[in-house]
């Protein structure tokens, strides 16, 4: 005998351009995820007679975003779950995420779709109110010639890589956070940019130690910050010339996989 452990079903991918037409464009794609036993009999009976079809929450979405003028990611998602479930009271749980659309504004007007790094959010309700929330930004990309080292690691049989003092490093990194109070959110930009700040002034001895640093710097400036979580990647590139009369310059090349990943959660 089977037993059910978990449902849930929604849609991904929703894409959701809202603008009103003179100066404004919300820009995200958005995830929904409904859970409840209510759905239980859609599974082993085939009976979807209390199915919120996935096109339906499609078109929830695009419709809720009418109503939303407003620019953060949280915000709309707290809208979303709390007019979802206010419709459909079968559904114990919706679970939401965000993911920024990234756009330059060039004039009063106009935009341009740009790369680099970009907010998300995540968001869940219960029937009872509950709520969960965690925030960051993804696909930040960081440089810096000097002021990284990886010393005095362990050396064996298995050990290939040379130790290095002040090399250049090349970082991918996530970070996310979570806040004490959902209503009184630290900003995302802010976020980044203190993070970038330190990875460009700390002289660290590893990825660790540079990514607690930036855990550190993050909860002592942003009161309202809980918790902050980071994984990052090691990208530096492969040497692929070195100079004869100063080998400090060098042509690099993108590095092959596999990549060194580093995670860190600190919470206050």
Not at 26 to 42: D, K
Not at 58 to 76: P, Q, R, V
Not at 158 to 187: C, K, M, Q
Request: proline fraction near 2%.
């Amino acid at each position: 005998m089977a037993e059910l452990l978990r449902i849930g079903y929604g849609k991904e991918a929703v894409s959701v351009y809202r603008t009103d037409g003179v100066s404004t464009l919300f820009a995200a794609e958005i995830g929904m995820t409904a859970r409840g036993g209510a759905f239980v009999s859609s599974y082993t009976e085939g009976d979807n007679t209390r199915v919120v079809a996935t096109d339906s929450m499609k078109n929830f979405i695009h419709m809720t975003a009418l109503d939303y003028s407003e620019a953060s990611l949280e915000g709309f998602l707290d809208l979303l779950a709390r007019r979802f479930v206010d419709t459909y009271a079968h559904v114990e749980r919706i679970e939401l995420t965000a993911r920024e659309t990234p756009f330059a504004r060039r004039s009063e007007q106009s935009f341009q779709e740009v790369g680099g790094d970009y907010a998300v959010a995540e968001l869940a309700l219960d029937r009872d109110g509950s709520l969960e929330h965690r925030s960051g930004r993804e696909g930040i990309r960081l440089m810096k010639l000097t002021g990284s080292s990886f010393e005095g690691f362990v050396r064996d049989e298995y050990t290939t890589l040379p130790e290095s003092r002040d090399r250049p490093l090349f970082i991918h990194l996530d970070v996310h956070w979570r806040n004490e109070d959902f209503g009184r959110r630290a900003d995302g930009e802010a976020v980044r940019d203190s993070v970038a700040e330190t990875f460009a002034a700390f002289d660290s001895a590893s990825i660790q130690e540079l990514v607690y640093e930036m855990g550190l710097r993050l909860l002592d400036r942003f009161e309202e910050l809980a918790e902050v979580s980071f994984v990052g990647e090691n990208r530096l590139w492969d040497t692929a010339q070195v100079s004869g009369v100063d080998e400090r310059v060098r042509v690099y090349t993108d590095p092959r996989p596999p990549y060194g990943r580093i995670q860190l959660t600190l919470a206050r």
